[in-house]
T-cell receptor, first 112, second 112 residues
Framework: NAGVTQTPKFQVLKTGQSMTLQCAQDMNHNSMYWYRQDPGMGLRLIYYSASEGTTDKGEVPNGYNVSRLNKREFSLRLESAAPSQTSVYFC???????????FGPGTRLLVL | GENVEQHPSTLSVQEGDSAVIKCTYSDSASNYFPWYKQELGKRPQLIIDIRSNVGEKKDQRIAVTLNKTAKHFSLHITETQPEDSAVYFCAARSFGNEKLTFGTGTRLTIIP
């Protein structure tokens, strides 16, 4: 049982490049989330998916798109990366009934 | 929407002493309150949670208390150890809401 996994662990992009961050969970959770965490800051919700086939905006959705590919996988796409998107990105999943969210190990993204 | 305030932002405690971190929430419909621990460079990890039908919950050296009337909840760590040094985040979730609202975090340092 791997829990929540994320790829890649680390990525360097140039301004304007695109990339997709991958997330998968094997806990049969319905809900999945994408957060960003800037140095010394808290967690800010980018997008979430309450169930397969649905996605909703969080606090900071601009510049990002998401896809809930199936119950296990939830990807985050940066179409045209900007230096302001330099951050650590965490994926999380939870059961709707219990509410506790479980986080992946994170992706460190540097946009030059 | 929900607003969660967390205090203090930093806390230094002598090893062996107790540490208390407090959070207040604004939405009286909130019914689930988890606490997360994040060590440097690592993912946030769920350490304890409490639901609105319970006033206190303990797990070894950590405990959480909830005062629904005053809309605040607290994390208590007793007999602190160096490995307790981390950033701690509180969060709240309203019934029927898939999102957690996080506090801004408390950096706890245990002084040997």
């Amino acid at each position: 049982n791997a829990g929540v996994t994320q790829t890649p662990k680390f990525q360097v992009l140039k301004t304007g490049q695109s990339m997709t961050l991958q997330c998968a969970q094997d806990m049969n959770h319905n809900s999945m989330y994408w957060y960003r965490q800037d140095p010394g800051m808290g967690l800010r919700l980018i997008y979430y998916s309450a169930s397969e086939g649905t996605t909703d905006k969080g606090e900071v959705p601009n510049g990002y798109n998401v896809s809930r590919l199936n119950k296990r996988e939830f990807s985050l796409r940066l179409e045209s990366a900007a230096p302001s998107q330099t951050s650590v990105y965490f994926c999380a999943s939870s059961e709707q009934e219990t509410g506790g969210q479980y986080f992946g190990p994170g992706t460190r993204l540097l946009v030059l | 929407g929900e607003n969660v305030e967390q205090h203090p932002s930093t806390l230094s405690v002598q090893e062996g002493d107790s540490a208390v971190i407090k959070c207040t929430y604004s939405d009286s419909a909130s019914n689930y309150f988890p606490w997360y621990k994040q060590e440097l460079g690592k993912r946030p990890q769920l350490i304890i949670d409490i639901r609105s039908n319970v006033g206190e919950k303990k797990d070894q050296r950590i405990a959480v208390t909830l005062n629904k009337t005053a809309k605040h909840f607290s994390l208590h760590i007793t007999e602190t150890q160096p490995e307790d040094s981390a950033v701690y985040f509180c969060a709240a979730r309203s019934f029927g809401n898939e999102k957690l609202t996080f506090g801004t975090g408390t950096r706890l340092t245990i002084i040997p």
